[in-house]
């Protein structure tokens, strides 16, 4: 059975009084629900405040929800809104943010090699800090599409856009995302 279905008929569940068939969907999406957060508000603490607030919500709306949509779709959509409405209720402003919160969790494999992982978290931190100067339009469907690899179309039903209307805030952003970092090119590049 794929996803959607066994997602549709959690939820069903889920309306028919079964409080543990949640649990399931919460175990399904809460890492990319975190993820999303974590890329949108780089601060660890913060994002797990989201992932309780958007469960929440999401328990509280799932009448809302119609099977005929994916239920990850759904569920990312309500994580953006939420950021979006807690950086709007907040003033954050997406510049502000300091290198430490923008640390990332690197596993070491075998082939570990402390410089270039020093340099490759250098260059990361400069990539996502050039984001966060974006307008949020664009840091969101930069951080779905490359850090959370969602499709055009799966970017469209999670913002409710047109599937144009993606490609070309995508288009945009990476435009301006390579003017931010043009100055710094050969500082990335070494």
Do not use: C
């Not at 066994?6 to 889920?14: C, F, I």
């Not at 028919?16 to 949108?40: K, N, P, Q, T, W």
């Not at 490759?120 to 951080?143: F, G």
Request: charged fraction near 30%.
């Amino acid at each position: 059975m794929d996803q959607p279905l066994d997602d549709a008929a959690a939820v069903k569940k889920v309306l028919e009084g079964d409080r543990e068939a949640f649990r399931g969907l919460v175990d399904s999406y809460s890492g990319i629900v975190y993820r999303i957060a974590y890329s949108m508000t780089g601060n660890p603490d913060e994002a797990q405040d989201v992932v309780q607030e958007v469960f929440y919500r999401a328990y509280r709306a799932l009448k809302s929800y119609t099977p005929d949509r994916p239920f990850k779709a759904w569920i990312n959509r309500i994580t953006v809104n939420f950021v979006l409405d807690q950086r709007k209720k907040k003033r954050i402003k997406a510049s502000s943010l300091t290198m430490e919160d923008d640390q990332m969790l690197h596993v070491p494999d075998s082939t570990y090699n402390p410089h270039e992982e020093q340099r490759k978290s250098e260059r990361e931190d400069v990539v996502l800090k050039a984001i966060r100067q974006l307008p949020e339009k664009y840091q969101t469907v930069l951080l779905l599409r490359h850090i959370e690899d969602l499709s055009y179309e799966e970017i469209a039903q999670t913002l409710s856009l047109p599937l144009g209307t993606v490609m070309t805030h995508i288009h945009r952003a990476r435009t301006k995302l390579s003017e931010i970092l043009r100055p710094m090119q050969s500082e990335l590049l070494s």
